[in-house]
């Protein structure tokens, strides 16, 4: 079955800096990879996704790329705030009948 | 549009005990997700119900059940409860269907907690 590894497991970084989360991903036929950001006491809530026919989306100070042929894809946040501080999941998924599967989470801190 | 609700938010048991818990999707959902987050696990696939169906089943024992009425919404049951089963269960919905992405939306959970 699929399996995807993310990375880091915690990210530490000021407001205002960039933050990088990476994922990889084991199975080639994957073809839709979400992220989710999950607030303390709350369901993960989707923020990006982004399908295999595309290699980088943005949204305002989020982006997400993907290189299929490495398997990896990666969310970007630019001009990180503290309400960013967060668990970050990243997904893959074949679509069907086929179940999405998570990666492990990054927690981000984000430093006033 | 009222989103994925679970209920209850907090449930307390002691082991050997039997915990139900409740989803309702996304009005026009038919697709239902079940998911274990234990601490520092992240999202274990534990159950996929569409149209009334279970469809798939994640690596769980058979005392992990559930099902999923006519109106889509879904329960969750727990027997035999042991102390690992302590965790957040999130309920997700999508659209349903064998066809395109499994867009999936959350509820905020429910935090089961075993003595």
């Known amino acids: 079955g699929e399996n995807v590894e993310q990375h880091p497991s915690t990210l530490s970084v000021q407001e205002g800096d960039s933050a990088v989360i990476k994922c990889t991903y084991s199975?080639?036929?994957?073809?839709?990879f979400p992220w989710y950001k999950q607030e303390l006491g709350k369901g993960p809530q989707l923020i990006i996704d982004?399908?295999?026919?595309?290699g980088e989306k943005k949204d305002q100070r989020i982006a997400v790329t993907l290189n299929k042929t490495a398997k990896h894809f990666s969310l970007h946040i630019t001009e990180t705030q503290p309400e960013d501080s967060a668990v970050y999941f990243c997904?893959?998924?074949?679509?069907?009948?086929?179940?999405?599967?998570f990666g492990r989470g990054t927690s981000l801190i984000v430093h006033p | 549009e009222a989103g994925v609700t679970q209920s209850p938010t907090h449930l307390i048991k002691t082991r050997g005990q039997q915990a139900t818990l409740r989803c309702s999707p996304i009005?026009?959902?038919?697709?239902v997700y079940w998911y274990q987050q234990a601490l520092g696990l992240g999202l274990q696939f534990l159950l996929w119900?569409?149209?009334?169906?279970?469809?798939n089943r994640g690596n769980f024992p058979p005392r992990f059940s559930g099902r999923q009425f006519p109106n889509y919404s879904s329960e969750l049951n727990v027997n035999a409860l042991e102390l690992e089963d302590s965790a957040l269960y999130l309920c997700?919905?999508?659209?349903?269907?064998?066809?395109?992405?499994?867009?999936?939306?959350f509820g905020a959970g429910s935090r089961l907690t075993v003595l």
């Open positions: 199975d080639s036929a994957s073809n839709y």
């Open positions: 997904a893959a998924s074949k679509g069907g009948s086929y179940i999405p599967t």
């Open positions: 119900y569409d149209e009334g169906e279970e469809r």
């Open positions: 009005s026009g959902h038919t697709s």
């Open positions: 982004i399908r295999s026919n595309v």
């Open positions: 997700a919905s999508s659209p349903g269907g064998f066809s395109g992405a499994n867009v999936l939306t």
